[in-house]
Nanobody
Framework: QALLVESGGGLVQAGGSLWLSCAAS????????MGWFRQAPGKEREFVAAILWSGTTYYSDAVKGRFTISRDNAKNTMYLQMNSLKVEDTADYYCASGAGIRDIYLPMMYKSWGQGTQVTVCA
């Protein structure tokens, strides 16, 4: 059974950095397309970044140049390095696995989800 567990969220001042982790078990993370999404209160879940099984990465325009998605195959873990954080980055962040290459931007196309980790950026 695929299991994803996020960690690393917290409270940070604007301009600061956070490092999110997504530990996978029950499957080999590097064999699947993986994504990070976020959901702010009262808003829909939105795409943040994805890393394909090939290693190719994609980012939303909102985070491009500030966030970096990566993975450690030996640890079966995916990461999201978040720099230059803004108040508008405040949200619950989720990792997900299993979307097709044409569907990486669509949350409903992912097969497994973590429980989420909260990120709060204060001014």
């Amino acid at each position: 059974q695929a299991l994803l567990v996020e960690s690393g969220g917290g409270l940070v001042q604007a301009g600061g950095s956070l490092w999110l982790s997504c530990a996978a078990s029950g499957f080999t993370l590097s064999m699947f397309n993986m994504g990070w999404f976020r959901q702010a209160p009262g808003k829909e879940r939105e795409f943040v970044a994805a890393i394909l099984w090939s290693g190719t990465t994609y980012y939303s325009d909102a985070v491009k140049g500030r966030f970096t998605i990566s993975r450690d195959n030996a640890k079966n873990t995916m990461y999201l390095q978040m720099n230059s954080l803004k108040v508008e980055d405040t949200a619950d962040y989720y990792c997900a696995s299993g979307a097709g290459i044409r569907d990486i931007y669509l949350p409903m196309m992912y097969k497994s989800w973590g429980q989420g980790t909260q990120v709060t950026v204060c001014a």
